[in-house]
């Protein structure tokens, strides 16, 4: 939408589009690569790890993170 990339919501009547989750680079790619499956906080540190330049805590506390937004914007359970 606009050159941005987003998740919009399921409505009770189709896309909610007051529920609008931009995703920055990190984040799409994040989403491309577990979208669809089950992951915990220990699969987005792998790829973080393996894809950036980024030390294990780091990736742990940017993935805890990342899957805390995620949660509280009801994306993950």
Known sequence: MAG???IVMPGTYGA?????I???ATSLYLWQELQ???FEVADV????VEHYD???A???RDAAAWMEQLRSCGVVE
């Open 4 to 6: 941005e990339h987003i």
């Open 45 to 48: 540190v792998a790829l973080l």
């Open 16 to 20: 909610d589009m007051t529920r609008v």
């Open 58 to 60: 780091t990736a742990e």
């Open 54 to 56: 980024v030390d294990a």
């Open 36 to 38: 669809g499956r089950e």
């Open 22 to 24: 931009s995703l920055n």
